[in-house]
């Protein structure tokens, strides 16, 4: 279905894995601490954010005095740990290992590289990909183009060869800034 493109790029959180309940109860676990909590609204508008840009939101909805840099490292640690127990790839990784060996693959997310590659390692998925962008590889994130025109650049496709598989506005916008074709997954 998708032979036409060259290279294929995944989201990660919410495309080929089912982690976004437990960022939720992270986030609400974490931001209990301080008594504070999210509007589930404003997370689903965040999706494909770095985690950081994510706690500078909730912090300026409540004019908190806290660091995001660091309500984002507790928010990480706490859902690494969550994770490892309840991450579980979703249907999409079909297609992921229907096109294993044929094109390049890489995935694009707004978690750290080094959560995606554990998470990708722990389920025995990392050998699909040949390249895994995070938002700490990246200077503009989603809903800017630089995280799919890196891995675009990492497998060695042109953008306009590329499709992305995004589950998040912020990331449909941004493989449409990419000039690549996108593939809402919230629709199939």
Known sequence: MYDRYQGLIFDMDGTILDTEPTHRKAWHAVLARYGMAFDEATMVALNG??????????????????????????????????????VRPLPLIDVVKSYR????????????????????RHLGLRDYFDAIVGADDVQRHKPEPDTFLRCAELIGIPPEQCVVFEDADFGIQAAERANMAVVDVRTL
């Open 49 to 86: 954010s770095p985690t950081w840009r994510i706690a500078q939101a909730i912090i300026d909805s409540y004019q908190a005095d806290l660091d995001p840099y660091h309500l984002a490292a507790e928010k990480t640690q706490a859902v690494e740990i969550m994770l490892l127990e309840s």
């Open 101 to 120: 060996g044929r094109r390049p693959m890489a995935v694009g997310t707004g978690s750290e590289h080094r959560v995606a590659e554990m998470l990708l």
